[in-house]
């Protein structure tokens, strides 16, 4: 598609059940980033994928954070055992791994926890 | 030293003023500087970037100053709308690592 895609747009989950969030990049970007964005805060790193290499990690926060790219396209975060600190809005951003290009974001997926 | 420290955090401008928002850094190895604008609701979308070769760079109302000895680049809105009011993100990349490292964030209010 144009843009990319997110999915769900809100989320209303109960704490301690699990939630899968996908991501629809750009055809042909490379990259694909998750960012965490609490009310009102910054963004914070969760992950990144490019091509077929082994993924950053470094910026979940707990074990109960994972995420895959299937096929060097769709991305899903899964997040296990949802607490109340987890709501928050999940961004996607996809890049052609070539500087200059800048991010695009999608519209983010607002995930509450009650 | 792979911060990028911007402030301020909010702004509130009045109507055809001038918004200014400054970011720092302390990598000398970054070399290209993006300011990204986000609405609510939305993702935050590439609004001007620019490279250390250049010290000014204008998209219409928009500008990124940019000061490599001081290592800090700003963004200016001149004439200031109620349709900027958003929050805005600056970022830096260094070099082969495309990967952004993002400031903090500030919300700009323009007063119509």
């Known amino acids: 598609g144009a843009g990319v895609s997110q999915s769900p747009s809100n989320k209303v989950t109960e704490k301690g059940k699990d939630v899968e969030l996908r991501c629809d990049p750009i055809?042909?970007?490379?990259?694909l980033y998750w960012y965490r964005q609490s009310l009102g805060q910054g963004l914070e790193f969760l992950i990144y994928?490019?091509?077929?290499?082994?993924?950053?990690k470094s910026g979940l926060p707990s074990d109960r954070f994972s995420a895959e790219r299937t096929g060097g396209s769709v991305s899903t975060l899964t997040i296990q055992r949802t607490q109340q600190e987890d709501s928050a809005v999940y961004l996607c951003?996809?890049?052609?791994?070539?500087?200059?290009?800048?991010?695009?974001f999608g519209s983010g997926t607002r995930l509450t926890v009650v | 030293q792979q911060q990028v420290k911007q402030s301020p955090q909010s702004l509130i401008v009045q109507k055809g003023g001038i918004s200014i928002i400054n970011c720092a850094y302390e990598?000398?190895?970054?070399?290209?500087f993006p300011w990204y604008q986000q609405f609510p609701g939305k993702g935050p979308a590439l609004l001007i970037a620019?490279?250390?070769d250049v010290s000014e760079k204008k998209e219409g109302r928009f500008t990124i100053s940019f000061n490599k000895s001081a290592k800090q680049f700003s963004l200016h809105i001149m004439d200031s709308q109620p349709g900027d009011s958003a929050t805005y993100f600056c970022?830096?990349?260094?070099?082969?690592?495309?990967?952004?490292?993002w400031g903090a964030g500030t919300k700009l209010i323009i007063k119509p």
């Open positions: 951003a996809s890049s052609l791994r070539q500087q200059g290009n800048g991010y695009t």
């Open positions: 055809s042909g970007h490379t990259a």
């Open positions: 994928f490019q091509g077929n290499s082994a993924p950053d």
């Open positions: 990598n000398t190895a970054f070399d290209y």
């Open positions: 620019i490279r250390p």
């Open positions: 970022a830096a990349s260094e070099g082969s690592n495309y990967q952004l490292i």
